[in-house]
């Protein structure tokens, strides 16, 4: 069983930038994504990279904006977000996925397809 443990997240005005991480001992063979609920909404996926880090998928939304990247002999994966908006607000969750057919961005569309989950972790872009 593979223990998701996110780090980083909270307040920070319009514009601002935050760094979340996601740590799990042995996540190397996984591919990983980042997930958003907001209020009131459905969970859907942020970014996703996979077990290599050489392919990302972002949302519209953040192109541009969000960085994922994933440093395997740290076990660690990073969510950088830059030029923060309010409608980036909600709990950030990682998830790791097991190899399989699916690209990165299939896995970014299917996040009830997760095998594991972090705790979640709430950010608020508000002035």
């Known amino acids: 069983q593979l223990q998701l443990v996110q780090s980083g997240g909270g307040l920070v005005q319009p514009g601002g930038s935050l760094r979340l991480s996601c740590a799990a001992a042995?996540?190397?063979?996984?591919?990983i994504g980042w997930f958003r609920r907001a209020p009131g909404k459905e969970r859907v996926g942020v970014s996703c990279?996979?077990?290599?880090?050489?392919?990302?998928a972002y949302a519209d939304s953040v192109k541009g904006r969000f960085t994922i990247s994933r440093d395997n002999a740290k076990n660690t994966v990073y969510l950088q977000m830059n030029s923060l908006k309010p409608e980036d607000t909600g709990v950030y969750y990682c998830a790791a996925h097991r190899p399989s057919l699916l690209s990165v961005q299939g896995i970014c569309d299917r996040p009830r397809e997760a095998d594991y989950w972090g705790q979640g972790t709430q950010v608020t872009v508000s002035s």
């Open positions: 990279i996979s077990r290599s880090g050489d392919s990302t």
């Open positions: 042995g996540f190397g063979s996984y591919a």
